[in-house]
């Protein structure tokens, strides 16, 4: 297992080099292409170029998370805090798809773990969430706090997942067939990997009336207090 860790993580490094160079060199090749049948293909390059440079840099947030299987939990992380940062990011790329991204409850919570580890977990959950939903969607966020748990939810407006594929969309590279979006099928496996590390409890589950999909994370709390 270690010497696959080692290779996926050396092979995606190597790749980011000669990938950047292509995607310079396609950007420079747009300038000087006019015809319409030579932009159409070479925005078909682009789009290769630029899936591969998503599957590069995910294999390599991948292989980085499975390598740290045994890090300790020593920090604090105020999950509101952090969930707020995210939203904030992915609120360009939401707009840009018509999507509206925003937080239904932000209680203040804080959690065990490493605020890097689980910004990487979050963010492919929020990513996955904007890829799915369709234009004109909503994507809800709530962290609260439940007792001596904390529960940060992701509900989104896409198609859902059916009951019978909810386990395999955690494998690497799976994606659900019939589907037109983008991807490279790593998003859920990278979160599941940084949720297994921490002990944080990931589910997925259809909305009751089938309009989308819901997110949740249950993290073990360390300190609550009033809502943000």
């Known amino acids: 297992m270690y010497k696959q860790r080692a290779f996926l993580s050396d092979a995606a490094h190597e790749l980011r080099t000669p990938l950047a160079a292509v995607s310079l060199q396609v ?81 203040a919570v804080e959690v065990s773990g490493y605020a890097t580890d689980f910004r990487v977990m979050i963010e492919c959950l929020i990513d996955n969430a904007i890829k799915y939903s369709m234009p004109g969607g909503e994507i809800d966020v709530a962290v609260c706090s439940s007792g001596e748990t904390a529960l940060l939810t992701i509900t989104d407006t896409g198609p859902g997942i059916p009951d019978d594929l909810k386990a395999r969309v955690f494998d690497r590279f799976y994606r659900v067939v019939d589907t037109e979006v983008e991807g490279s099928g790593l998003g859920l496996s990278i979160a599941r990997t940084v949720a297994d590390r921490y002990g944080v409890h990931l589910e997925i589950s259809n909305r009751q009336d089938r309009s989308g999909l819901i997110v949740t994370l249950t993290f073990a709390s360390v300190f609550t207090s009033a809502t943000v």
Do not use: C, W, Y
């Not at 682009?46 to 998503?54: D, L, S, T, W």
């Open 27 to 107: 950007g420079n090749l747009k300038a000087r292409v006019t015809d319409p049948e030579g932009s159409e293909r070479l925005a078909d390059l682009e789009r290769g170029v630029r899936r591969a440079v998503i599957v590069t840099d995910q294999l390599l947030r991948l292989a980085r998370q499975e390598a740290e299987q045994h890090r300790p939990r020593e920090d604090s992380v105020a999950l509101s805090a952090l969930m707020l940062e995210i939203t904030a990011a992915f609120s360009p790329l939401a707009e840009a798809r018509g999507i509206d991204l925003g937080f239904v409850r932000a209680d």
